[in-house]
């Protein structure tokens, strides 16, 4: 079967396994590389495929917003065009405007989602991008969740609610009166509603919690019977005092954000029944797929995409079948269970004793999964492969298994405004990889209340650390649609101004004065893209999650606060994951064509207080696992283990029996404390991939195509809340390699340039570099077969230390650099002992005075049009716009200039680095009119070379800034709130000389 189908019958196991989703995905090969514009580019496999020149298929995408269908056809390609020429791989098309406080600006008759206008720019996006080389994605609706017209809330595939009305009675009250009500009341359009149940239960506090009132599960009683004509009588025992509760089905009424978007209005439709999806699907057959739009999607390679899921209900989401579908997979009615599930504005209501509670709950949104994956996900998925499209989903939002979702999927999503830290990717990356797909996407750089403040420096900043945890592609939030009526410059923005003042960030696009600079960003992205996609994935650790929610910032016991700092890499899974066909041991790993886990941990589950909890068919694939050779780690007391949900009679001793059983193995470790977790790896042989000699905040991810180790290596935090920020790091890094007498090479994503690394150690099957890194800078390591990216230096002798600062291999050889003139031992692999000497080398100098001309951006006559003035300066010292009268309110770009005089001993031997120091926001330097390859805007640090030579030499930097500063003047009743950024190049900015020399050999 290709769901997520669960049966269950007494004896009988509740889960049927992902069959489908474990296609396998091909390997991609070793990653090529050569130098833009060089020979060696035609021998490869080609410049797009390889790592200086990514090809469009690994590049990042935008979140394109549009007002609806209020676009024009000739404006969608121009956008597609601008997308294109800043190096980006494409786009997702989403109908978003909670900018627009107006709604009749939209005239959604005319101009609404899925209007022939819509349809049209559709079709012009799509035609565009075939002939540029993009993908275009096309949300499932308008905005989110899931919604289309043609429905209204009472209708079939409408998402309806479980809404509830109580009466509490004092011991032998009688009640004679209506059935109660619910206590909210419907919302605008839901004019039905069904009473399913009537029910009474004894109140009893010592089941109390802060939040919900305790009830007898022994004394709930169905009253349905007793209503007529809407009312009902009863008397309560004299017993306690009691609960009268009335269950409510009805819709929801639920709309997509910031609507309408469509006339008639759209609803949200039912997740978990093939009615709600077969809503979507025919209104997209029946109306939104033209012949040519049907024709440009089977070339286009893009995908169906899906927002996060959203249901906003002021009951319980519902379906029909519910109760149903919960007989079925647990052999058992959902009605007199009922109490503990129901939902009062997302808060739970009632509760029977603790572990019944947990126990029904965990049953009632395991089931609630089953049916989201069967009737949703798989049947949207099954749809969008018929036409040519992946289907690419955040899937999560419920408290339904994610974990699995992500392995049903095509591309698996996640967030970087949601995600409260990295183990909420590692719960997609979990999914995704033991399913044998490729791709983990990120929503990325969305910010509260930073429109047009924004700098792509943040945005690196927050991305960093989510592509060590799984993420392979981003989905850049966001690109507006230019224009609309009524808008102020710099022109429409699908979520700016929000409820009146400045609102998430950002409208990239040419409106941005840094959009100049951004092909420099995407070219990084993409090379990142790259890396992240070849091969396939490698994790230490699979961390095994009872209930595989996503989006909760839930990590793992020593793995999250220790494991990470030492270089452990993790991942979750869930237990549906443990019969994907993938689910094998060999040579002690499991998923060995997979992420390879060295080791399964396994602890109490952390949504329900940590219980020790196991469903009995997870107890027996873990035993299956370990007698097949995997280690295991379980962390709790495992002789008092329960089953997670309701028991049948007798599987809770025979739960403990394979338990028992399980901790028998010679594979098995149990502790009692996290802390003994590293000693119970050890003594099973387990060690990471990457090793730290101490705590660090460098995080890693791992990747092998051919025996060639690919390593992505961020000095970044676990989630970007985390105090104290991090500060710079450098120490040695062992790293695992496949191939024996495998070399190091370093691969800079900003300017696609590789080459060996020259000073390293290696013992057996690890090679150990150093590695120097300040905040959220990333570098990539690849560690393979001498020669492997065609250059000279594969084969030679390398360094094991230095007295150097650096030790690199250049064209001449192994060569030695350092700032300060003297002789320099350097021992080689072969253990010999050399000297070189470096003599002259001039001292570093601080450039203070610059040039300064600023190009002034400012309003246009027109919402979309730019007035530029300029600013001519002479700085004596670098500091921030915002201190100079004249730039102290101006957005836009600066180019500073400056002089460099180097006297007659400034000769061969001899270069230099430019330190840029601080910088905002993004910025490029040229020198004696050479524009250097791009910068890291992390660390603004460059090479200068050959470059520089003897007499004067012209140093340039232009800098691009964010708009904000502008627009605090410009529209003040929106962006007047803001605080002045510091923007330009603020320094110090430092020329530092090295020496330079082949290892052994004195320069004059």
């Not at 619910?182 to 509603?193: D, F, L, Y």
């Not at 305790?214 to 005092?241: C, E, K, M, N, Y």
Request: charged share 20%.
């Amino acid at each position: 079967m290709d769901d997520l189908t669960a049966v269950h019958r007494p004896g009988i196991p509740r889960r049927t396994l992902l069959a489908a989703a474990a296609a396998t995905t091909a390997a991609a090969g070793a990653l090529t590389w050569a130098r833009p514009g060089s020979a060696a580019a035609a021998s490869t496999a080609g410049a797009s495929s390889g790592f200086a020149e990514p090809g469009r298929a690994v590049g990042p995408k935008f979140r394109w917003w549009w007002p609806d269908g209020l676009v024009r056809p000739d404006e969608i390609r121009r956008e597609v065009d601008q997308i294109a020429d800043a190096g980006f791989g494409g786009a997702e098309i989403a109908a978003v405007h909670h900018s627009v406080s107006d709604p009749s600006v939209l005239d959604t008759e005319r101009h609404g989602w899925g209007s022939p206008s819509w349809v049209a720019g559709v079709e012009a996006a799509l035609s565009q991008a075939a002939r540029r080389g993009l993908t275009i994605d096309l949300t499932v609706g308008p905005a989110w969740p899931a919604a289309v017209p043609g429905i209204t809330p009472d209708s079939e595939a409408a998402v309806k609610e479980l809404a509830h009305g109580a009466v509490t009675l004092a011991p032998g009250t009688a009640y004679s009166g209506p059935v109660p009500e619910p206590v909210h009341e419907a919302a605008s359009g839901v004019t039905e509603r069904r009473l399913l149940l009537v029910q009474a239960a004894r109140v009893n506090t010592a089941n109390s919690t802060r939040k919900e009132t305790g009830l007898d599960q022994d004394s709930v009683r169905d009253l349905t019977s007793t209503v007529s004509d809407g009312t009902i009588g009863w008397t309560a025992p004299d017993d306690g005092t009691w609960v009268l509760i009335a269950y409510w089905v009805r819709g929801s009424g639920q709309t997509p954000e910031a609507g309408p978007h469509t006339d008639p209005p759209s609803y949200v439709v039912d997740h978990f029944s093939a009615a709600g999806t077969r809503a979507v699907t025919d209104f997209w057959e029946a109306h939104l797929l033209t012949p040519a739009i049907r024709r440009l999607l089977k070339v286009s390679g893009g995908a169906l995409f899906e927002d996060s899921i959203e249901l906003e209900t002021d009951g319980l989401q519902w379906t029909p079948r519910l109760p149903d579908a919960f007989r079925e997979h647990t052999g058992r009615s959902l009605l007199p269970l009922l109490p503990v599930v129901i939902l009062d504005n997302s808060n739970q209501v009632f509760a029977f004793e603790a572990a019944a509670t947990r126990q029904i709950r965990h049953d009632f949104w395991e089931t609630v999964s089953t049916l989201f994956n069967r009737h949703h996900v798989g049947a949207l998925r099954t749809w969008a492969r018929s036409l040519g499209l992946q289907l690419r989903s955040q899937p999560y939002g419920l408290q339904t298994d994610a974990i699995a979702s992500a392995a049903l999927l095509d591309i698996a999503e996640g967030e970087s405004l949601g995600f409260k830290n990295l183990d909420d990717y590692r719960c997609l990356a979990g999914g995704r990889d033991m399913a044998g797909h490729t791709v983990l996407s990120c929503e990325a750089g969305a910010y509260s209340g930073s429109a047009y403040s924004t700098t792509w420096q943040r945005f690196l900043r927050t991305m960093g650390g989510a592509y060590a945890a799984g993420v392979n592609q981003t989905v850049v939030h966001g690109f507006s649609y230019a224009e609309l009526p009524g808008v102020n410059w710099p022109g429409y923005a699908a979520f700016t101004p929000y409820k009146g003042t400045a609102g998430y960030g950002e409208s990239w696009g040419p409106r941005h004065p840094t959009w100049k600079h951004v092909p420099d960003v995407s070219g990084y992205l993409g090379r990142v893209h790259q890396v992240l996609q070849t091969g396939r994935p490698r994790a230490d650790v699979a961390v095994f999650r009872q209930t595989g929610y996503t989006a909760t910032g839930i990590g793992a016991s020593w793995f999250t606060a220790t494991g990470i700092t030492l270089g452990w890499t993790h991942q979750f899974l869930s237990g549906p994951l443990l019969d994907l066909p993938t689910a094998t041991v060999r040579r002690g790993r499991l998923a060995p064509d997979g992420p390879a886990y060295k080791a399964l941990f396994v602890e109490g589950d952390f949504f329900y207080g940590s219980t020790v909890t196991l469903a009995l068919r997870d107890a027996r694939a873990l035993l299956r696992l370990t007698r097949a050779g995997l280690p295991i780690v379980l962390l709790g007391a495992w002789d008092t283990v329960v089953p997670s949900g309701i028991p049948d009679s007798g599987e809770t001793d025979e739960l403990r029996s394979v338990v028992r059983e399980l901790l028998a193995q010679p594979r098995v470790r149990r502790v009692t404390d996290k802390t003994a977790v590293p000693a119970a790896l050890t003594e099973l042989g387990v060690r990471p991939d990457a090793g730290y000699a101490s705590a660090s905040t460098l995080l890693n991810a791992h990747r092998v195509a051919d025996g060639v180790d690919y390593y992505y290596l961020c000095n970044g935090k676990h989630a970007e809340t985390v105090k104290p920020p991090v500060a710079a790091i450098d120490h040695e890094v062992t790293l695992h390699r496949s191939t024996a007498k495998g070399v190091p090479y370093l691969l800079d994503p900003w300017t696609g340039g590789v080459e060996r690394i020259a000073r390293y150690t290696e013992e057996g099957d690890t090679v150990t570099v150093r590695v120097a890194l300040q905040p959220a800078e990333t570098l990539v390591v690849a560690i393979g077969r001498p020669g492997l990216f065609g250059d000279r230096n594969g084969g030679r002798r390398h360094a094991v230390a230095s007295e150097a600062e650096e030790v690199r291999f250049t064209d001449a050889g192994l060569t030695v650099r350092a700032t300060t003139a003297g002789t320099y031992r350097t021992e080689l692999s072969n253990e010999r002992m050399v000297r070189t000497s470096l003599k002259d080398v001039p001292e570093p100098t601080e450039l203070t005075s610059w040039r300064l001309r600023v190009l002034d951006w400012r309003p246009g006559a027109t919402a979309t049009g730019t007035t530029v003035v300029e600013h001519d300066l002479t700085l004596d010292a670098l500091v921030p716009w915002s201190q100079i009268p004249e730039l102290a309110d101006v957005s836009g770009i600066g180019r500073y200039r400056t002089t460099v005089t180097l006297g007659d001993t400034w000769t061969g031997g001899r270069g230099a680095r430019l330190e840029l120091g601080a910088v905002t926001d993004t910025c490029r330097v040229t020198v004696n009119g050479h524009r250097l390859d791009p910068v890291d805007q992390i660390h603004p640090v460059v090479d200068l070379g050959g470059l520089l030579r003897r007499g004067q030499n012209v140093i340039e930097v232009e800098v691009a800034t964010p708009l904000a500063n502008r627009l605090r003047v410009s529209d003040p009743g929106v962006y007047g709130g803001l605080a002045r950024q510091a923007y330009g190049l603020m320094g110090p900015v430092r020329l530092v000389p090295y020496g330079e020399a082949r290892v052994g050999t004195p320069t004059r």
